[in-house]
């Protein structure tokens, strides 16, 4: 359970430091997302599901 609020903290300060220092940049990605047919952004959001999946994965092996 430590992990996982570990996880959604990291993930917090990481978004928050994005929209404070970049709000432009966000805005921009976000309409490149609008874009994209629904399926793109669908396969985007599991391969970001997979690729956190294997980081928590490697950092549990490393002793984490």
């Given at each position: 359970?430590?992990?996982?609020?570990?996880?959604f903290g990291?993930?917090?300060?990481?978004?928050?430091?994005?929209?404070?220092?970049?709000?432009?940049?966000?805005?921009?990605?976000?309409?490149?997302?609008?874009?994209?047919?629904?399926?793109?952004?669908?396969?985007?959001?599991?391969?970001?599901?997979?690729?956190?999946?294997?980081?928590?994965w490697?950092?549990?092996?490393?002793?984490?």
């Amino acid at each position: 359970m430590g992990m996982i609020l570990l996880a959604f903290g990291l993930v917090l300060i990481v978004e928050g430091l994005a929209y404070a220092l970049a709000p432009s940049l966000i805005e921009r990605m976000l309409e490149a997302l609008r874009s994209l047919p629904e399926k793109a952004r669908r396969l985007a959001g599991l391969l970001c599901v997979v690729s956190g999946l294997v980081l928590l994965w490697a950092a549990y092996q490393v002793g984490f």
